[in-house]
Every structure is written in C-alpha cells, then in structure tokens.
C-alpha cells in the first residue's frame, strides 16, 4: 500500500517542479523575427537541434547557457534531459555533421543582450532577469 502512495507522490512532486519551472523561465526572442508565441514542441525541437526553423519556415539561432540554475531549469522544463543528456545528443549531432552545437554564454544578461543584437536569435533567462530589447514569447 505505501509503495503506490509514494510513487504518486514522486511523480506529483516531478510534474509540480517542472510547471513550477516553465513558470520560472521565459522564452525570450529578437524583436526583428516578430513573433508573439511559440508551442512547447517548437522550443525543444529549436533547443536540441531537431529543427533549425519554426513553423512559419522562419530559421532561428538557440542560444544557451553554459550551465547553471537557470539552465537546468530550462532543461527540465522544456527539454526533459538533463545536462549530460542535452550536451551529449548535441554532440551526437556535431560528429554527424548535422548541426553546430548553439552558441553558451556565461550569464542570462549575456543572452539578453546576444537576443537583442541578432536578428534570428532565441534564448531563455529567470522571468525575473531584465530583458529590455527581447520579445517575450508565450508558450502554448
């Protein structure tokens, strides 16, 4: 009887986290690629280089960062890997020739401001960290 009852709560407690998570973190865009919203599945096909456009055919540049709480955040979250996970499927795709690994910078500040420059660019940082110059994007 105790076994199921902890397996509920576990499984609970991991669906709490990352809704709690996705709320935490954004999905920030260039104001140049005039989007407004963006479907969970198209961030993480963007994110693991599953796909290098949107739906729109419009071809986007993920940009990451290094590692951390807000990257790992964003992993649970959106991708459903951890660190290891993500970066070794990345190198998957680099050794195959398919893709370039995105581009990680040190600091959510580093990706706004990269986000903000480039026309094409498309990041993630904490709700709370100021994001003059970027799009917020709603994810649906």
Do not use: C
């Amino acid at each position: 009887m105790k076994k199921p009852i902890l397996i509920l709560l576990l499984v609970t407690g991991a669906w709490v986290f990352a809704a709690r998570s996705q709320a935490q973190m954004v999905i920030i865009a260039n104001v140049d690629l005039k989007m407004e919203g963006i479907s969970k599945a198209e961030v993480r096909d963007i994110f693991t280089g599953a796909s290098a456009t949107l739906r729109s055919g419009t071809r986007v540049k993920p940009i990451l960062l290094k590692r951390g709480a807000a990257h790992d955040e964003f992993l649970a979250a959106f991708i459903g890997e951890k660190d290891s996970e993500f970066r070794s499927d990345w190198m998957s795709l680099l050794f195959a020739g398919k893709m370039f690994m995105p581009p990680s910078l040190d600091s959510e500040a580093d990706i706004v401001e990269f986000v903000a420059k480039h026309s094409s660019a498309i990041g993630y940082v904490h709700k709370a960290t100021p994001h003059k110059g970027v799009v917020v994007l709603a994810v649906n």
